[in-house]
């Protein structure tokens, strides 16, 4: 199974999905969701679950910080915003709660790329399912975990850099 992603150009994530971009949803978080391809998925999958994280965050903050959780995608391709415009998908909590959005609901989306410090490698990461998991808007990465467990029929990975908005 392979993941396409025209938002990312030669390694690094098109500047419009993060900090550097120009649309925003609650307080500063970066709104515009990238665009998602998946090809070659095994035989039998019937849904796909996508993780967009920061492993680079950890050293900042203390955990991987979540950018953007969707489960239950039928489709192959998620369009460029989606998180905004696809109301097929069902979205979990990113880590923009509670602090910068302080509502679970409202962070439950995509919240693009905002690294404090230097530049972060962030990571798409799909897994294509033996079946479509029953979770509502505002799960938790904990809980797609669990859902999940046993139902893995591939991944796939994709990494893009992402540079502070000063850089």
Request: aromatic residues 10%; contains cysteine; glycine residues 10%.
């Amino acid at each position: 199974m392979e993941i396409v992603c025209k938002g990312i150009t030669d390694g690094k994530l098109d500047d419009i999905y993060g900090c550097k971009g120009t649309e925003f949803a609650e307080g500063r978080m970066p709104a515009r969701s990238f665009p998602l391809e998946i090809r070659d998925a095994p035989a039998g999958t019937a849904s796909y679950a996508v993780i967009f994280d920061d492993p680079d965050s950890v050293p900042v903050c203390g955990f991987k910080w979540i950018h953007w959780l969707v489960s239950g995608l039928r489709s192959r391709t998620l369009p460029e915003d989606a998180s905004r415009t696809c109301d097929d998908i069902v979205q979990g909590v990113n880590s923009w709660y509670p602090g910068d959005v302080g509502d679970r609901m409202k962070a439950s989306c995509y919240g693009g790329p905002y690294p404090p410090d230097r530049e972060h490698i962030y990571v798409i990461t799909v897994l294509a399912l033996d079946f479509i998991p029953v979770l509502k808007k505002g799960f938790t990465y904990d809980e797609l975990m669990k859902v999940t467990k046993g139902h893995v029929l591939a991944t796939a990975k994709l990494n893009g850099a992402y540079s502070p908005r000063n850089a």
